[in-house]
């Protein structure tokens, strides 16, 4: 109704008059004081119009003049502006930022602050600026000095790929005094080397940063016409998954990780962050977490300068590798980043990948370096142009017509001008006045000096050059490699990749959280939680966290798998309850129950794992008034043998039997089981605690995530039992031994992982820094609990040439320095040195100076051709050597006795 009345009011062209009105008021007042007018001013201003016109206006020139970078020269015009003005004042030395500032104000019209904010960031990534003073730290979160205190120039990347005044588009700042570039003509994929972040009016661009050598690479390949791949490079360090990376478009996501550490078994280190965290931010996000129980730690100190240094001090009963794996799932040592790579396009928002913007800016610096030698062909035909006729006027004389008194000025340039014609056909321009009067111009004291020796060189020097220019246009393609192949000899060896490209393995948060809560239970009245207490009469079950699923087993066999909560009711007359985890295949259920009210009994042994959580479930078969009898959970599969008794009856032959679950299959959850008894059952006792019926835990080692699992994923390390360790051995020398437990990691350069064998002989070559030369020694790996040793020489400069575990290594001495005439050597290592323990240092491989050392072919004794005895052999002719003994001294076995009897 308000706009009908609006309508009836006001025509179409009144509604634009004051429109036009409004907007003259709106520039003719202050910021800030345009509400206080409009309460004093009677007109009435449609707001339709006001945020169709107005809105639209500001969210276009926020979104293409201030928050998102253009494709061409990859900045936003702030930057562009800061690099024009410290183009323009460039004499080489440093100059104050306060002062580049300043200058800036003449292109860019927001203010101080947010011309020297994109000035700090440009000098923070240490491509385009170099920088004197403190620019603060993008690993502390450390902010720069003040503008008077810190100093910066370009740097030489810049001046030689950014600037080119002759094939840079201009026009008129905002007052109208002064010419800024509509885009710099760079030659050089700088958005992506760079990266951006902006916010707009309803949109926003996230490009990552990437690596300067791989981007020059890949513009390369792509000049060549071949596949290329990238991937961002992040200036924290770190590792990254790019599994989801999508060539940096919108939808796509990145995961980073923070670069952690073991340094013994009680201290972990973080030595690189995230991309967007600083160490304060990290640290903040270790101490909520620990406040909050998910992790334990005692003390965390960060010494973060140059370096990131996060230490962090750990209890004596806390493993690194699961509050590693913690870090990651409850703090900000892991986050992900969704790139958006929104850019400016013909004017226009679009959002593209960073393949499509490398292929443009590869393409537009084919172009640029195109024009520029264009432009250089141009120069060097104008000068061509000009020596040659120089070198025509001065040889024919030419300039004697100029001497004649007779004749007017006029006369005579009308003279030299028709003599200069008669050479026409020696010249590739037409020969015009203008060129005439420069000729005419040169002082005589230049004529009389004038060597046409000298000339004629300068001209074939101009023909040479233009040849090469020529070729290199018909070649641009060659030419824009070789250009970029440049770029990388001359500027890219500082830029090391920084982030490691990486798979992550999924972390369960329940896993890996720390036991922050108690678990109790009420088995008679039913209830469970960690909000119980004594005073509910619960029962203490065990440490847990709030993440954690229990498994709750009532008498009746119907059992249910829940979140754990402060208390919840679960029926009375519980007979178990438990932490449940779902991936776990090694934990057996052994049970024997009646079925509903008859006497008729089964067994079964079963494991849980795919469960619907507070779902009911049954044990038995589900007839009314089924019981358990007995029930144990055995978490390494064992298999005990109960006796059980039975109730006396008439015609009863046996009152008691033995059951053996060691005997029983073990079957899906859901099975009925094997009849145990139809008579009714007394009561149930354990009779012998049995052994694991389903052997050692099979384990893998995955060098992408540079974990273990059981998942059969990578190498396969073999058959686990309890005592069994890891040894994970190390290219640096050093080795550590672990449990086998899926959540170790094993960082660094792994050289072998593998089950460990203590009595198994290993032969190291080695370099010692100290005594410079090279050792061989023979030993066994001990048992480290985790922590890391070095079996060489600890010396600065020593290293690890190889290891072997061959049975009969043998290892070549070549000679250096004095001897190197002499001929390679080999060496028994069997012979030349006993084994010994891992501290020994060794022998040296020769006593004569040796340029290397290198393990060959291993030798074949003849005690290798000796054929060995398999165990199950040994045990066959035992076995066999005690049925030949006769019955009467043979030993009875325990199924011949009444009663079961030890010995």
Not at 377 to 396: C, G, K, T, V
Not at 585 to 609: L, W
Not at 785 to 809: G, M
Not at 848 to 868: M, N, S, T
Request: contains cysteine.
């Amino acid at each position: 109704m308000a706009n009908e009345e609006w309508d009836d009011i006001r025509t179409p062209e009144e509604n634009g008059e004051e429109e036009e009105e409004q907007k003259e008021v709106m520039d003719a007042v202050p910021t800030g004081k345009y509400e206080r007018l409009l309460k004093s001013d009677s007109r009435k201003f449609k707001l339709s119009g006001m945020f169709k016109d107005w809105f639209l206006d500001y969210s276009s020139y926020v979104i293409l003049a201030r928050a998102v970078p253009h494709i061409v020269d990859g900045l936003k015009p702030v930057q562009r502006r800061v690099l024009h003005a410290m183009y323009k004042m460039d004499d080489g030395s440093y100059t104050k930022v306060a002062n580049i500032v300043g200058q800036a104000m003449q292109y860019h019209p927001h203010g101080d602050q947010s011309i020297l904010g994109a000035l700090v960031q440009l000098g923070q990534k240490g491509l385009l600026i170099d920088c004197q003073g403190n620019w603060g730290n993008i690993l502390t979160g450390d902010s720069n000095a003040a503008p008077r205190y810190i100093e910066a120039r370009l740097s030489k990347f810049a001046k030689e790929v950014i600037f080119d005044p002759k094939i840079t588009h201009w026009m008129t700042s905002y007052d109208g005094r002064n010419q800024e570039p509509t885009e710099l003509p760079v030659r050089f994929p700088l958005l992506l080397a760079q990266g951006t972040e902006g916010i707009a009016v309803g949109m926003a661009s996230k490009i990552l940063p990437h690596n300067f050598n791989e981007l020059l690479d890949a513009s390369i390949s792509i000049l060549k016409g071949e596949d290329f791949t990238i991937y961002p490079d992040f200036p924290t360090g770190g590792s990254a998954d790019c599994s989801n990376y999508k060539d940096g478009a919108r939808g796509g996501n990145v995961k980073v990780r923070a670069k952690i550490e073991k340094i013994d078994r009680n201290t972990i280190a973080i030595t690189e962050i995230p991309y967007g965290k600083t160490s304060e931010t990290i640290k903040e996000s270790i101490i909520k977490a620990k406040d909050k129980g998910k992790i334990k730690i005692k003390k965390i100190e960060d010494m973060t300068t140059e370096k990131v240094e996060i230490v962090i001090h750990l209890p004596n009963d806390v493993s690194p590798d699961k509050t590693i794996d913690a870090l990651y799932a409850f703090t900000d040592c892991e986050c992900n980043i969704a790139p958006n790579a929104c850019v400016i396009v013909d004017n226009k928002p679009q959002f593209l990948s960073v393949k499509d913007i490398l292929i443009y800016d590869t393409n537009h610096t084919r172009d640029l370096l195109l024009w520029q030698l264009r432009i250089r062909m141009e120069e060097l035909e104008s000068q061509w142009h000009y020596d040659s006729l120089e070198r025509i006027f001065f040889e024919n004389r030419i300039y004697k017509l100029l001497e004649l008194d007779q004749k007017t000025w006029e006369e005579q340039m009308d003279d030299v001008f028709s003599r200069m014609k008669e050479f026409q056909d020696l010249l590739r321009r037409e020969i015009t006045r203008e060129d005439i009067d420069k000729l005419v111009e040169k002082p005589v004291r230049k004529i009389s000096k004038f060597d046409t020796k000298v000339l004629d060189e300068k001209i074939r020097g101009i023909e040479a050059e233009m040849a090469e220019v020529q070729n290199d246009i018909e070649h641009i393609t060659d030419y824009t490699i070789e250009w970029f192949r440049s770029l990388r000899q001359k500027y890219g060896k500082p830029f090391v990749r920084q982030t490691e490209i990486t798979a992550f393995e999924t972390i369960a948060v329940t896993k890996v959280v720390s036991n922050n809560a108690k678990l109790y239970a009420n088995y008679e009245e039913g209830f469970v939680g960690i909000g119980m207490k004594k005073d509910d009469n619960g029962v203490f079950i065990c440490d847990c966290s709030d993440l954690s699923e229990i498994i709750v087993i009532g008498k009746d066999g119907k059992y249910r798998v829940a979140k754990v909560t402060d208390k919840a009711f679960f029926g009375k007359d519980l007979l178990y309850v438990g932490l449940f985890n779902r991936s776990d295949t090694r934990t057996i259920y052994n049970v024997i129950y009646r079925e509903g009210k008859s006497s008729i009994h089964y067994a079964k042994r079963f494991a849980i794992t795919s469960v619907t959580r507070d779902k009911e479930y049954d044990i038995t078969t589900g007839e009314p008034g089924s019981k358990i009898l007995w029930f144990t959970v055995n978490h390494n599969g064992e298999a005990e043998t109960v006796r059980i008794y039975l109730r006396p009856r008439p015609n009863l032959k046996k009152s008691q039997l033995e059951y053996d679950f060691s005997t029983l299959a073990i079957k899906g959850k859901a099975s009925r089981g094997n009849l145990v008894t139809k008579n009714p059952v007394a009561r149930i006792q354990i009779k012998s605690k049995g052994v694991s019926t389903i052997g050692g835990k099979d384990i893998w080692y995955d060098a992408d995530i540079q974990k273990l699992n059981d998942e059969q994923r990578g190498l396969y390390l073999g058959e686990f039992g309890a005592e069994d360790k890891v040894l994970a051995v190390f290219r640096d020398g050093t080795y550590y031994t672990t449990s086998f437990d899926v959540s170790n990691r094993y960082q660094g350069d792994v050289l072998r992982i593998e089950k460990l064998e203590p009595d198994k002989t290993f032969t190291a070559l080695y370099y010692d820094g100290s005594a410079k030369c090279f050792y061989v020694k023979r030993f066994s790996f001990p048992l480290s609990d985790n922590t890391l040793v070095s079996f060489i020489s600890d010396a600065p400069k020593s290293y690890l040439v190889e290891l072997t575990d061959e049975k009969h290594p043998q290892f070549e001495v070549t000679f250096g320095g004095k001897y190197a005439h002499r001929d390679p050597e080999r060496v028994d290592a069997e012979e030349y040195i006993a084994k010994k323990g891992i501290a020994a240092k060794g022998k040296k491989c020769h006593q004569y100076d040796l340029e290397a050392v290198r393990f060959v072919e291993p030798l074949h004794k003849d005690e290798d051709d000796i054929p060995q005895e398999e165990p199950a052999d040994i045990i066959a002719a035992i076995e066999e050597n005690v049925n030949d003994i006769p019955d009467t001294d043979r030993i009875p076995d325990i199924g011949d006795l009444e009663e079961p009897t030890l010995f």
